[in-house]
């Protein structure tokens, strides 16, 4: 579904939802790759799950799933032949819409002087297949910080724009999600084009498909699909509110906006440095993250140079650079400003939480951080103090 800036028109009623079979898939990217559209999707690669382009619905991870930990991440075979049922892969899908390299110009010295150009290809047109919930969620947090202010990011907007969503709805959650506690998931919000529910039991191996746009309604007019019964309608709720009950992780219930700004002197600080080792992971994972860098290049003639905009990360010193040194030079206060940003300080900035709960941060941390521990410890922390001293 389109970002703001273009109409959205919700489904025709009739076309609300359909069941169809794995056929159903294959005729669904066939569908979409008629469009126009380059569709992208969850593959099996390198021992991951990653987001992949996709030209046949066979590239699937049918019967994959995952085993997430802190720190670890390992596939595991599913007897059940499930295609959706392995939680978030290391890929978000801000590496389609918010690239981590974008040339913005490049210059050649000439007989006529110095030649500046600008990269005018297009941008793609993504059909994304099986955005999970928290996902779809980190996508309107990206589209508010990057298109929702006076200042748009012509880089996602021009892929933003044309992009078509299938979400997925989560029935098997990792170990390391919350998107419970943080209202993001299992169930699917608002912004997808279709959302899809899979089913596999005595029934059959089925996806629950409904329309969220007029071109989603389009699309699920054109596959194989049948009326939806009772059975698969049932099975599908069942198994979303199950996943719901089985998250791994859990925040601890607080404002976490309050807790952030109550505990900027806490002792957990130092624990948290002591472990932490400013690479930069969990900014580069996390799907809401957006900073970037540039990067001028020559060639060794120097008669040719490049401006490259690269992601950056609030860990790398360089980040609060200013003159004379870093602002933040300690890991305690990069590891500090990441967190109360993400829980805290994001809500003055783009009014919500800058965390989905996807989990990533925790399982692709080298040394297995998890903001939901350190969130636990500094609740614990507040709430051990004396009354006088609760600032
Ligand atoms: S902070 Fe961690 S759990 Fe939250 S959205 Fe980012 S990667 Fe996911
Ligand atoms: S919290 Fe983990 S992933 Fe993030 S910078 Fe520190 S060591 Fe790296």
Redesign the pocket.
Known sequence: MSTDTDVNTPAPPESEERVMGKDGMAALVDILTGRGYTVVGPTVRDGAIVLAELDSADQLPYGWGVELRAGQYRLRRRPDGAAFANA?GPQ?WKTFLHPSRVRQWSADRTGEGTVFSADRTPPPRYAFLGVRS?DLR?VAIQDRVLTGGPHRDPVYQGRRSGAFLVAVECTEPGG?C?CVS?GTGPAAGPGYDLVLTEVVDDGGHRFWIRGGSREGAEVLAELPARPVDRDTREAARVGVTAAAERMGRTMPEADLRELMAGTLDAPRWDDVAGRCLTCGN??M?????FCTTTEDVTDLTGDHAERWRLWDSCFDLDFSHLHGGPVRASARSRYRQ??TH??GTWYDQFGS??????????V?CPVGID??EEAAALHDWTRSRPPGEAS
């Open positions: 978030a978000s928290c980190a390391t919350f943080m969990c900014t994972v996390c799907p809401t993250c990441w967190m993400k829980l939480s800058g965390c989905v709960g996807c989990g990533r941060c925790i692709w903001i939901t």
